[in-house]
């Protein structure tokens, strides 16, 4: 039984990946279960490591950072392809607002992180592993640890440590928060509810009947419509005063008596309607020619060679006969304006005749099974871009030693603006849900698992020893932020109680509340709030570690 002995115990790669395993596996199975509706979910990976470690089931230091590393780099990396398509977006308009406030929480946790570090005397290295556990962020856990090794050469177990001390009432005590918001700011829920279903998504797209009564337009090539607003809008059918229909094309003219159907953003079709005529209601049938030989299909973009072209490019309406009208991505449909650029996985609506529509589905390629093809030059490609800019040493004034973004933010930067400009020089970056989240599970699971085996075995004796006030330091990080600012929010701007609970999960980068605040309501506005600042929040904590570690040393 010597073999089994040292399969547990002993060294190698067998007991490397069997104790990585055996890890993993136990932390995911422990993460299922519930307090009062409240799981740590995959962290329970970071305790179990933490426990093996401290009962002398250890990897080579070698080993463990390796893995550490890689399971980083692949969880940055799958997050920056997920929000990089929505992360310049999410700065606009009213999301500008929400990302302010996000950036409030990050400030206030990191000054009150810093306050206790002068205060009680505590390492800013370890102040630094529970500012992350409180906010439940791992990845500035991650560039923490990885800044430190690379400016000074040395790992500070007391980084993870302070981390896992921190997590558990990171996570509960931001739900409390957002309930005890509720008391304060003496929130009527009922009102709320009904004031979430009056707002509606502004960047959706909508369908609009518009009857033509501008005498100034009569007669003009819609193309040249097109350009007298700058406002985007497709008009997809024109419907005659004789009741013939017809699939309008650039070359269209419209004439006075004429109903176009229009399709655009909810906040622009006053200012449209008032450059054609005015609103009207048609039904549905009148859109049917008598021979009902017009269609709406969708198509999916699943040919290489399309990505990256416009619709304006690809001339669809004259060669084809078929128009445009909405694009979906990523469950957000689009004004199929002709500046926009598809991407590998678009599904197209478009309205023509049959015959017209395989033709244009036969161009685009229509073929769902293609998009089940992993695309691995991009992923590779990216980590290796990423890793280079995450070398690179930045000076800032004031700053003796030079700021890297590191295994951590050289990756997600890179994923973020290569999702998002990728399709612009024809490079292939869509990758499917299932795919994404299998590799930031991968990674994830091996971080933690390796963070918590090398942080074990002083755990104990660390927490037995004082490491029990960092409990304390953590919910005074974790709670007071998010009180101030979401006060703030709601005093100052009447945020909806929905959009502050997905705003305040967003800005912790904390999935269990995001999953609390979707349990509170039949809406998605949480989900959209915390969509809207998670890029730039994580962004942010990344920074905020490497910036608190430089200082620590310097």
Known sequence: MNWLVDLFM????????????????????????????????????????????????????????????????????SIGLQV??????????????????????????????????????????????????????????????????DIAGQNDPTIAMGYAVAYPLGVIGIILSTLSLKKICRINMTTEAEQAARIEPKSIAITTNILIENKSISGRHIEDINSLTDNKFVISRILHADGKVEIATNKSHLKIGDTVRVITEKTNIDSISLLLGKVCNVDNSAWETIEHDLLSRRIVVTKTNINGHTIGNLDIRALYGVNITRVTRAGIELVASPNLHLQLGDRLTAVGKEDDIKKLADLLGNSLKRLDHPNLIPIFLGIFIGIVVGSIPFMFPGIPQPVKLGL??????????????????????????????????????????????????????????????WVLYGIVITILPILI?????????????????????????????????????????????????????????????????IFSIS
């Open 485 to 549: 600012v979401g006060i703030f929010a709601r005093l100052r701007y009447k945020m909806n109680y929905y959009t502050l609970m997905g705003l305040l999960a967003g800005s912790t980068t904390d999935p269990p509340a995001l999953a609390f605040a979707n349990s509170q309501s039949n809406n998605d506005m949480a989900s959209v709030a915390y969509a809207t600042v998670y890029p730039l929040t994580m962004f942010l904590r990344v920074l905020t570690a490497q910036l608190l570690i």
């Open 84 to 149: 990089g398509p929505g992360f310049f977006e999410s700065l606009k308009k009213g999301g500008l607002r929400l990302n302010l406030l996000a950036t409030m929480v990050v400030v206030l946790g990191v000054s009150i992180t810093y306050a206790l570090h002068i205060i009680t005397g505590t390492d800013l290295t370890t102040m630094v592993g529970i500012l992350s556990g409180a906010v439940t962020n791992t990845p500035g856990l991650g560039a923490a640890q990885q800044t430190l090794n």
């Open 408 to 469: 951590a933010g050289g990756p997600l930067i890179i994923a973020i603006l290569i999702s998002r400009f990728g399709p612009y020089y024809k490079m292939v970056t869509f990758t499917t849900t299932s795919a994404n989240m299998m590799i930031r599970e991968i990674g994830i699971s091996l971080f933690l698992a390796a963070v918590g085996l090398g942080a074990g075995e002083g755990f104990v004796n660390t927490v037995c020893g004082g490491g029990y006030w």
């Open 10 to 77: 002993g060294s190698g790669v067998a007991h490397s990946i069997m104790l990585l395993a055996v890890t993993i596996a136990a932390g995911i199975q422990l993460g299922k279960l519930k307090i009062a509706n409240i799981s740590l979910g995959i962290t329970w990976i970071l305790f179990v490591g933490i426990i093996l470690s401290h009962f002398g089931m250890r990897i080579d230091g070698s080993v463990l950072h390796f893995a550490k590393e890689l399971g980083l780099i692949l969880f940055v990396y």
